[in-house]
């Protein structure tokens, strides 16, 4: 089978580039990260106004009725620059929880919505700015302390008396987006960084041993988008298929990251440079709504 986005589809995806590419993103999320939300809520405001959080919302709720495919290119998109908040929980997983008029006003951007299903995921993505945190069940809870993590943007919470449920199929299928759109930017990224640090009168990526690791990253990227896109359209095997794309896209992302410290070198490490955003944020996402372990497994059912 031969799978094209649609002309709609492509133009959605570059309409997000362009507004998120002169958005400043990276400065949304260390504000977000410091507990300063305004930059980031202006940002989700502007995704609003573009239709990504009424994609899944049906069209008598002020939605678009929109399916997983096009949720696909939103996140993929929403990944390559690093847009803080509970995107997945709002946008992929709240719209079948809400009903009503917090139903129409999380299509218009106007409420934020963060999920908690454990034990694949026990806690709630920043409880202190959502309007409303709910389980898979619909229940709506009030989340407790923070907890540490990883990546400083994703601000997490304890959520009691939350009811056990399966993962969401279409929080998987968004995070993988997300892995793979990161992963893309640390390529481009490392690739336009090879092509302008000179070194013995060279440019670095004119070495052979720098073009093999890009090569590896974009060869690994682009086996996972297939596997994305075609999880999107699956239909009985939706759940395993999604599993695979989010183990591959994760994998991929990895990589991608790994290769970016190594081709940045000591720059990569300073918090002052957009690439720490990224590592961070892969290595979060990695284990985001199931871990590698639980989706190789799920796979393999």
Request: aromatic letters at 6%.
């Amino acid at each position: 089978m031969r799978f094209l986005l649609s002309p709609e589809q492509r133009q959605f995806s570059a309409t997000l580039h362009d507004l998120l590419g002169g958005a400043d993103t990276a400065a949304a999320a260390r504000a977000w990260a410091a507990g300063e939300h305004d930059r980031g809520l202006k940002l989700w405001r502007a995704l609003a106004d573009v239709g990504v959080f009424a994609l899944l919302v049906p069209e008598e709720h002020g939605g678009l009725g929109a399916g997983p495919v096009d949720l696909v290119v939103a996140f993929e998109a929403l990944g390559y620059h690093a847009v803080p908040g509970p995107l997945v929980e709002s946008a992929a997983v709240a719209p079948a929880l809400l009903t009503g008029e917090k139903l129409t006003a999380l299509a218009e951007g106007d409420l934020l919505a963060t999920v908690v299903a454990p034990p694949e995921v026990p806690l709630a993505l920043d409880a202190d700015v959502a309007g409303v945190v709910l389980d898979l069940t619909g229940a709506e809870l009030t989340a407790a302390e923070p907890v540490r993590s990883i990546d400083p943007v994703r601000r997490l919470f304890r959520v009691p008396g939350a009811a056990a449920a399966p993962v969401s199929d279409l929080g998987v299928l968004s995070v993988a987006a997300q892995l793979l759109g990161a992963g893309q930017w640390l390529l481009d990224t490392s690739v336009a960084y090879a092509q302008q640090r000179r070194q013995y009168g060279r440019a670095i990526g004119e070495y052979q041993a720098i073009k093999h690791l890009l090569a590896d990253v974009a060869t690994r990227l682009e086996l996972a988008r297939p596997l994305l896109y075609g999880a999107a359209v699956a239909g009985e095997t939706f759940a395993r298929d999604v599993s695979a794309a989010k183990v591959m896209a994760g994998d991929a992302a990895s990589l991608a990251a790994r290769t970016a410290l190594q081709v940045h070198g000591a720059i990569g490490y300073t918090a002052e440079h957009d690439l720490g955003l990224r590592l961070t944020k892969v290595r979060a996402l990695a284990g985001a709504w199931g871990t590698g372990a639980f989706h190789r497994a799920r796979v393999l059912r």
